[in-house]
């Protein structure tokens, strides 16, 4: 297979839970493949230990905590962030398309790269995490272009997953990235924010029983990089109107006030800097982004009592997103929403990364070639909506729904296939009406599931991909 020329340095950064972390040399976080409640149990085992000091900021605990790698298979922390693909096959799409190439294991350091991991500690800020990404980026980078004369002007193209595009954001905006960076691609990342994060530290989360089980709330609250994504928007229902999170009096339990300040100072240095940048003409660092759109995807919230209740909709408007991050907050400031560099996708933000389309647009950005494209007739665009987390006995809920309105919506056969460790099963689910599918697969233990759905006449490759955890013993 023929693979596509690229001389520049290649730079992945993942999201939050995304990289292995290990204590005196014992992993702690990122559990071998397919080993979802292995992974969550062996991280819940250490959780008490991990907790970040109060109001830590972009410090770091001291803790002995290093990252090792990226995550390789799917993953999910509960009250932290929902379920989430690996980055193996990502990685390994890279080199199989792109003159690229990784360090082998056991490499010596100093080997010439142009394909590099970034591995952080994601329960630190993301200035913190930039700054290392700075650091790994000039050497990477010059070693990269002093293996070859004709290399010797390479740039640096950053492909950054949720959460690792604030932090490459940061870098590339506020930490002189911008010199050396030819793009910037982002992939689902919530650069306003997500109201499942601002969710998930006010209402908090429990794995397991009472008796057994663990609670990982204070452990993501004590989390910087869990402030940082808290929505950047007017979000919360009030009185007067939308509010944002810090405008809310007597603050919201479980937020701490000083984190929450500090994020807004943080998007705000982004924004300013970016906008900057544009105004003078710069170039360098351009974003790049992939937008989730047309999933069922919480806006806005209103707060009741001392939890929030996330609503789908914000002032009565359905905007969409990837199930995660709802469509605006995936746009950088400096690009308007019309802007035709923006790529949408009907991937979830789960399952992104490795969506068929989202692969199509990474090729045009940094392949030397025209787009390459399906055919005439685009795939019948579906939104899908299951749990994040279900408990074990319970049978598995799939609603989907036609995206986009088009002659025949109501007459499709709707196929769903759940996918898991050993498991495969398909049906096609039943006809609501009005362009709505339902169906249920009971039976399933626990365990990492991938859903994927798609109208029966097209490809299976057009499929919308989800993911979701069933509950087992912690």
């Known amino acids: 297979?023929?693979?596509?020329?690229?001389?520049?340095?290649?730079?992945?950064?993942?999201?939050?839970?995304?990289?292995?972390?290990?204590v005196d040399g014992r992993e702690v976080w990122g559990a071998s493949a397919g080993a979802v409640w292995q992974g969550i149990r062996t991280f819940a085992g250490s959780v008490k230990g991990l907790q970040l000091p109060k109001d830590l900021g972009d410090g770091h605990p001291g803790d002995g905590v290093v990252p090792v790698g990226l995550v390789p298979s799917l993953h999910a922390l509960p009250g932290v962030w929902p379920l989430v693909d690996g980055y193996s096959d990502l990685l390994g799409w890279l080199e199989r398309t792109f003159t690229l190439r990784r360090a082998l294991p056991g490499a010596r350091p100093d080997v010439p790269v142009n394909l590099v991991e970034f591995a952080y500690d994601w329960r630190l800020s993301c200035r913190y995490n930039a700054r290392l990404l700075a650091g790994r980026v000039d050497e990477a980078l010059g070693r990269w272009r002093a293996s070859a004369d004709h290399r010797a002007k390479a740039q640096v193209r950053l492909v950054c997953h949720s959460m690792g595009g604030l932090v490459g954001r940061y870098y590339v905006e506020c930490l002189g990235g911008a010199e050396v960076v030819r793009q910037l691609i982002t992939l689902g990342t919530p650069h306003r924010g997500?109201?499942?994060?601002?969710?998930?530290?006010?209402?908090?989360?429990?794995i397991g029983g009472e008796r057994l089980g663990v609670d990982l709330t204070d452990f993501g609250r004590s989390l910087p990089s869990s402030h940082q994504l808290i929505p950047d928007y007017a979000c919360l229902e009030a009185p007067g109107g939308l509010r944002y999170p810090r405008e809310i009096a007597g603050g919201l339990r479980g937020v701490a006030p000083l984190l929450l300040e500090d994020a807004g100072r943080f998007h705000a240095e982004i924004r300013a800097a970016a906008l900057d940048r544009v105004r003078r003409g710069g170039t360098g660092g351009q974003c790049l982004p992939v937008v989730g759109v047309r999933q069922p995807t919480a806006t806005s919230a209103v707060v009741e009592g001392e939890r929030l209740r996330l609503i789908e909709t914000i002032e009565g408007y359905d905007e969409?997103?990837?199930?995660?991050?709802?469509?605006?907050?995936?746009?950088?400031?400096?690009l308007p929403m019309d802007d035709t560099?923006?790529?949408?996708?009907?991937?979830?933000?789960?399952?992104?990364?490795?969506h068929p389309g989202v692969l199509e647009d990474l090729y045009e950005w940094l392949a030397p070639a025209p787009r390459v494209y399906r055919g005439?007739?685009?795939?019948?665009?579906?939104?899908?909506r299951v749990p994040d987390y279900l408990?074990?006995?319970?049978?598995?809920?799939?609603?989907?729904?036609v995206a986009v309105e088009r002659d025949g919506a109501e007459e499709l056969s709707v196929q769903a296939t759940v996918t898991g460790e050993g498991v495969s099963e398909q049906r096609t689910l039943g006809n609501l009406g009005g362009g709505r599918y339902a169906g249920a697969f009971p039976?399933?233990?626990p365990g990492a599931y991938r859903v994927a759905v798609h109208a029966s006449r097209d490809h299976k490759d057009t499929a919308v991909t989800t993911l979701t955890l069933i509950g087992g013993d912690v």
């Open 376 to 384: 005439a007739v685009a795939a019948y665009p579906l939104s899908v």
């Open 1 to 22: 297979m023929r693979r596509e020329p690229l001389e520049d340095l290649l730079v992945v950064v993942p999201g939050i839970l995304g990289s292995r972390l290990a």
């Open 320 to 334: 969409g997103g990837d199930g995660r991050v709802p469509r605006f907050a995936a746009y950088p400031a400096e």
């Open 194 to 206: 997500s109201i499942g994060a601002l969710g998930s530290l006010v209402n908090g989360h429990r």
């Open 391 to 401: 408990t074990a006995g319970e049978p598995l809920p799939v609603q989907a729904e």
């Open 341 to 354: 560099t923006v790529r949408a996708s009907f991937a979830t933000h789960g399952a992104i990364k490795g």
């Open 443 to 445: 039976d399933l233990g």
